[in-house]
């Protein structure tokens, strides 16, 4: 799957997350008041129905939470972000941003943080290219008593292409690793290398 | 704007509430569904902080919620399914739904004016519709789920779900190494009390019985129809001389009082047979239901309306009977 994209197109989208990545890490930074690290993120293309079986070894021995978020831009640039988290790892960021920790709370603060994580990254993301994008709420498609391989079978099936980006946030005493996972229809995948297309002829 | 005209009735006459503030939090803009919601004249309240107009708002959570978007100055959502409700508002449906508040979808976005002040707008949709729905499913599968559980005839469990809390609590007494007993009872003569006084007759005991002995049961106990007229109660943390005693109990509270049927007064009794959980393995369930059935057997020889403990010796007894 991953050779629909030249390698000067990978190389132009993995520099743009770089740098969306960046701007990310630096407004959460000020929002939680606390130091940010975001690795750069490793990216790959993936065929959407490898996905699951890719997530089921991590993510299904543990409680694991995934919650997805709707895009939507100009110039056909739309899909769906997903972010799955470990559970336990996600109650070291709800200290810090001070929730409760009852399971009510603990669905709004996945919700909340996934929001925060994807919207920062992709408003980023889209101010390079020039878009803007609107969001869908998001929702928790599965939690401590649903499977995850099965929420990720159920989603994934409805689009083309994947675009997995690992991202790995590291706060001052909190490590919080998470993956992000960007599904792509078709047609916005094809919309997208022309979007890279003119950056690269640009530069 | 060129769309002056179209945006400001629109905003007006929009089903959902919109309200800006600005980044002290202090109103700016209620459209009408809000204003008219909450009583509240736009006039009166702007310039006013959020918190003190709407005294009742989680003031911790929502200023946190404004200052995301404002720093991140990205979009920032609630769901009524994890809250209800941001702003108390009275919904149109008080008639079909148990919560008179309006379940709320919120939207908050970032906005800047020309001259790059900031403000936080909150788009407040009606989900009360959804909350019902929601409501209704959820009292449906519960009582669903009751049913699948319940024996209908005499509420007591029904053997299928009876049986898998036998196996949960066989598992957790072998963990825990507590005692755990098991009472395996029959009506006596069943058979002849429903050839006396019919079918309704013999249901109206065994709905009695059941009555009588629930209320001596403690709330861990499992009280389950085993079958016809045959009961099975998992007594937890309880050694065979307690159970016993909780057998005789029982027997007791059937055996003393008649079940009066139509102008009829029904004398009936059980046996009882008690044994305590002694095997171990995958299997000790299964075992321990037999020597209850064994125990059974006896107190029915024995002459009825009575207890009987398991006594490994009679194993062998019984199966030199059956063959």
Redesign the interface.
Known sequence: MSTIFSEEQRDCLQELINVAMGLASDKLARFLNTFVHLQVPAIELVNSAQIPAQFDAQYNSIEAALVSQGFLGSDGLRGEAIVLYQLDNAHRIAALLGYETDSASELEMLTDISSILTTTFLNGLAGQIDNQLSYSAPRVLSSRQNNVTAALIETACHWEMALKVDISYQLIDHSFNCDMLLLIPGEAVLNIQQILDRIVEEF | MSENWLTGPVLEQLNSGVLVVDEQFQLVYLNSFLQRHSSVQLSEVKGKSLFKVFADVPE?WLR??F??VL?????????W???QYVIKLPHLRPATSSSQFMAQ?C?MLPLSDPAGRRYVCMLIEDATDAFVYQQHLQTTLQKLEQSNRIDGLTQALNRRYWEEQLKLEVQRAQRYQQPLSLLLFDLDKFKQLNDQYGHLGGDSVLIEVTVRIRALLRDTDWFGRYGGEEFGIVLTNTALAGAVEVAERICLAVSATAVTFHEHSIQSSISVGVAQLDATGERAHELLIGHADVALYNAKRYGRNRVVAYNAGETEFLLKANS
């Open positions: 911790i946190r919620k200052a995301s720093e991140l100055q990205s979009p920032s959502f609630s769901s399914e994890q809250r979808n939207t």
